[in-house]
């Protein structure tokens, strides 16, 4: 059985996305394949391997990747567990923000004044490039970092 991800991050190298990894979680090794160039794994649960491929694909601002997940046949990890987990490594190479767009620290404390919304934000998101969901984030940003007197202001000036 297997799984197959795409993901986009910000590193452009193996070598940099397997130190990343290293420091969210598992333990990760760069390989080389005669079919598939450098790769990186780790074996998370047993009987379960996760393998990034290399060649990432520039993508807006960062680096598509193409992983999957083969399990073994004796393995006793459900799927939904594996899936769950691959997913909260995956979610943290991205930025980690609260609902309001502050940038979690390494300290896993929001910052107080550094805010991100966008594409960075996929690590807490996943997806967010539509217009509409872009307008939803900036409104929070914006009723969170102005006074509300100030974003009636803005909001009656329109």
């Not at 998370?44 to 990747?65: K, L, M, T």
């Not at 969901?133 to 409104?139: K, Y």
């Amino acid at each position: 059985m297997t799984g197959a991800y795409s993901f986009v991050c910000g590193y452009s190298s193996t070598d940099a996305l397997c130190a990343r990894l290293n420091q969210i979680a598992w333990q990760w090794r760069v390989g080389d394949s005669h079919w598939y160039g450098d790769y990186v794994a780790t074996v998370p649960f047993p009987e379960v391997r996760i393998r990034i491929v290399d060649f990432p694909a520039r993508s807006g601002d960062g680096w598509r990747y193409e992983s999957d997940i083969r399990i073994g046949k004796d393995c006793k990890t459900p799927m939904a567990e594996i899936d769950a987990a691959y997913r909260n490594v995956l979610a943290q190479l991205g930025l980690d923000v609260t609902g309001e767009g502050a940038v979690i620290g390494w300290d896993g404390k929001p910052a107080a004044d550094l805010f991100a919304v966008g594409p960075i934000t996929r690590g807490t998101f996943w997806e967010i490039v539509a217009v509409p969901d872009l307008r939803v984030a900036c409104e929070r940003m914006a009723a969170r970092l102005l006074p509300e007197t100030a974003l009636r202001s803005a909001v009656g000036a329109q």
